[in-house]
């Protein structure tokens, strides 16, 4: 199934779903106005994803803006009264010349598209991935981009994996991250909700399968080192984060049946604030600088 296709068909999936831990007045809205606009980093990732899994489709759905910047028409006023010229060349990206043809390479077209410093990145990356053995055997072993339909608690649920082994049931997520040391990759592994995205996957992929897989993460840096790792994730880990998932499919349920779809207070009047213990171990202020807010889950199906 391509994934056109797979975005058409009707059903509940991950990325709404994970909106719900926030509110159900969050979770409708998304199911109503969609998504949003991908941000540049959303953008990098799918292209990488698509890139390195469906190399075939790269052309059909991105485009590379040209180095417009370093034409020898992109021209600058002169800066000083004593500059011999009044124009001078450049490879800026603010000048009149750069951002009359970037605007009508847009308008040429309806893909996605990446600079062309973004499409080094990502073939980069893809380097980088295919540089390590035990990676490019998982890679070999998994079918690609795989749609998986099933229902989760009388909910018709779809989800869309990267890689689906069947002998021996694998699942793999490929996520681009800026920095993938286990610390800084695990905070953003809960604070974008990974956990239940995942969780879900192996569930629809067990309905398929008639057997749990494994789960694992293949993170990919792209800026700064470029490295890269294989986690698997445990089963302690997704039964945790599945347990969180029915409690928000039972309320999706009830939301539905009855159209409320309420707010972060769950339709009480108040709700009682939660400060974590370790803010409360000292009367000294606190200093909240490393203390990270919540971020929106990453647009279906890739990051």
């Given at each position: 199934m391509d994934w056109d296709e797979y975005c058409k068909l009707d059903r509940m999936n991950a990325s709404?779903?994970?909106?719900?831990?926030?509110?159900?007045?969050?979770?409708?809205?998304?199911?109503?106005?969609?998504?949003?606009?991908?941000?540049?980093a959303m953008r990098l990732g799918t292209g990488i994803h698509v890139l390195l899994l469906e190399p075939d489709e790269f052309e059909e759905r991105f485009a590379v803006m040209p180095d417009f910047e370093n034409d020898i028409g992109n021209m600058r006023a002169a800066k000083r009264k004593d500059e011999p010229d009044k124009e001078r060349r450049t490879t800026s990206k603010q000048t009149k010349y750069y951002k009359a043809k970037a605007a009508h390479f847009k308008q040429t077209t309806d893909k996605s598209i990446l600079t062309r410093a973004e499409y080094d990145t990502a073939l980069h990356a893809i380097e980088e991935l295919r540089s390590r053995p035990h990676i490019v055997e998982v890679l070999d072993q998994c079918e690609k981009e795989q749609t998986l339909l099933g229902e989760i608690h009388g909910v018709p649920f779809k989800g869309r994996v990267d890689l689906l082994r069947v002998k021996r049931p694998l699942v793999v997520d490929l996520k681009t991250t800026k920095d993938c040391h286990k610390s800084a990759f695990g905070k953003q592994f809960m604070r974008l909700r990974y956990d239940m995205?995942?969780?879900i996957y192996r569930e629809l992929a067990t309905q398929r399968l008639g057997e749990k897989p494994e789960?694992?993460?293949?993170?990919?840096?792209?800026?700064?080192?470029?490295d890269n790792t294989f986690v698997p994730v445990s089963d302690a880990v997704l039964d945790n984060a599945w347990g969180k998932v029915v409690k928000l499919l039972a309320k999706y349920v009830e939301a539905k049946k009855e159209n409320y779809w309420p707010g972060v207070d769950g339709g009480k009047k108040l709700y009682e604030l939660v400060i974590p213990n370790w803010a409360m171990e000292e009367d000294d202020e606190m200093d909240w600088?490393?203390?990270?807010?919540?971020?929106?889950p990453m647009l279906e199906p890739h990051f």
């Open positions: 709404t779903l994970v909106y719900a831990a926030h509110s159900m007045k969050r979770m409708k809205r998304i199911m109503d106005s969609g998504f949003g606009e991908e941000s540049d995205k995942l969780a789960v694992a993460v293949i993170t990919q840096e792209v800026e700064g080192d470029f600088s490393d203390v990270e807010s919540k971020e929106e």
